[in-house]
């Protein structure tokens, strides 16, 4: 099973100000890898797909990038919307697997 | 629009058994493979279980594997997860998702339902 370890566990920030959120895979998973946004008591949305590309209907500011089996989801100037729960998740082999997430919270 | 309205989920003894239900509109429903995946209380994403557009491919996570079964019918544009033999650890939010046709990730989600197995 391929494990994704995110960082950091919570990352305080202030709006306006750019955010860097790292998921690394304990292997190969190619690009197939996805970022979502989770806020409480709502279903996770699509961010990102296949490391860097985003989904319809996500606004710019929301880019992912790869580095071998390190990937960045980067928020480039954060709205009060975008503090919330960031999961990435991976597509390359069975079972696809998630990462533990990264909290978004308020500075 | 694509929605994905859940039912089914509630309070069961370890033990029981509870089915959930995802029924799907918005979309050609015959056409998508579609996944159950669970979140515990506080905690991040586990996927489930994904069944492919006919139904004749199906994985299973190893958590669930010989207690879960999912199943579809496309007549009826609905998911199921029929879960036996629950356990306190199934505990979570459950959500069933579409697999988007081209990119292959989940790209709309139910609103989640959530299974206690408690006594």
């Known amino acids: 099973e391929i494990v994704l370890t995110q960082s950091p566990a919570t990352l305080s920030l202030s709006p306006g100000e750019r955010a860097t959120l790292s998921c690394r895979a304990s292997q190969s998973v190619s690009s197939f890898l996805a970022w979502f946004q989770q806020k409480p008591g709502q279903a996770p949305r699509l961010l990102i797909y296949d490391a860097s590309n985003r989904a319809t209907g996500i606004p710019a500011r929301f880019s992912g990038s790869r580095s071998g089996t390190d990937f960045t989801l980067t928020i480039s100037s954060l709205e009060p919307e975008d503090f919330a729960v960031y999961f990435c998740q991976q597509r390359s082999n069975w079972p696809y697997t998630f990462g533990q997430g990264t909290k978004l919270e308020i500075k | 629009q694509v929605q994905l309205v859940q039912s089914g989920g509630g309070l069961v003894k370890p033990g029981g058994s509870l089915r959930l239900s995802c029924a799907a509109s918005?979309?050609?429903?015959?056409?998508?493979?579609m996944s159950w995946i669970r979140q515990a209380p506080g905690k991040g994403l586990e996927w489930v279980s994904h069944?492919?557009?006919?139904?004749?491919?199906?994985y299973y996570a190893d958590s669930v594997k010989g207690r879960f079964t999912i199943s579809r019918d496309n007549a009826k544009n609905s998911l199921y997860l029929q879960m036996n033999s629950l356990r306190a650890e199934d505990t979570a939010v459950y959500y069933c998702?579409?697999?988007?046709?081209?990119?292959?990730?989940?790209?709309?989600w139910g609103q989640g339902t959530l299974v206690t197995v408690s006594s």
């Open positions: 998702a579409r697999e988007d046709d081209s990119s292959g990730y989940f790209d709309y």
């Open positions: 069944i492919t557009t006919s139904g004749r491919t199906i």
């Open positions: 918005g979309f050609m429903f015959s056409d998508y493979y």
